[in-house]
């Protein structure tokens, strides 16, 4: 692409970064959440791709791979961390451990749910950029 | 009327233009654009009728990913669409 769509990618990945983190991160208190900040996430990712082509990107796809992995595998072992009680039992709330803060409106809240929030955010972004990535990948060009 | 329903109407009339240029133009390449630019809107009547989260899931998934995936599967295929 040209070096204006480079120049310009450059400046909005960062900024595009912080607002998938910042809906993740603020996925209990305000509207978003993991899927919505793992969709702004992936669209970093097609950003990427339409600027600097998808050849400089194929060797991120095993690490894209390996990041849906562990979203998937830390969503079910956050959901087997209140199995004493019942599965998806949120044991860490209120317990004043990691998320344990009991205030309303508080981003140090909700238990398990915000790293439940990180962990479809992660799969979310790895498994719509892998889509991305692997359109851009395979098949020849046809400039008819 | 107040103003918010004005812009709500003149919001939903520009959605169905979107869409009928999408289904109308010829040129796929362009038909793209008109469907991003419609799921822009859709986004911001999402916003407009109170759901933000629907808005934030619409923006990122309608206008930006589907747009790179459908440039990028027209980019290994035909731009024109071809008369039955």
């Known amino acids: ?144 | 009327m107040t103003a918010l329903t004005v812009l709500q109407v003149a919001n939903l009339v520009l959605i169905v233009a979107g869409a009928v240029l999408t289904v109308w133009l010829r040129d796929l390449l362009a038909s793209v654009v008109a469907l991003a630019a419609m799921s822009l809107l859709l986004a911001l009547q999402f916003y407009l009728l109170q759901a933000p989260d629907v808005a934030i899931a619409e923006a990122g998934i309608g206008a930006a990913l589907t747009t790179a995936i459908f440039v990028l599967a027209l980019r290994k295929t035909r731009r024109k669409e071809e008369e039955e």
């Open chain 1, 1 to 144: 692409m040209s070096v204006v769509v480079r120049t310009v990618t450059r400046l909005l990945v960062p900024l595009a970064l912080i607002f998938g983190a910042y809906v993740i991160m603020h996925g209990h208190l305000t509207p978003g959440g993991g899927f919505q900040g793992g969709a702004v996430l992936a669209s970093v990712v097609a950003l990427l791709i339409v600027a600097f082509g998808a050849e400089r990107l194929r060797r991120r796809q095993t690490s894209l791979t390996s990041v849906e992995d562990l979203g998937a595998l830390m969503f079910v072992v956050l959901a087997f961390v209140g199995i004493g009680s019942t599965f998806f039992y949120n044991a860490l709330a209120g317990a004043r451990g990691l998320f344990g803060g009991t205030e309303a409106g508080s981003l140090w809240a909700g238990g398990t749910v915000p790293l439940m929030n990180w962990a479809v955010g992660l799969k979310v972004m790895a498994g719509l950029g892998s889509i991305v990535l692997l359109m851009a990948l395979f098949g020849g060009d046809d400039d008819r």
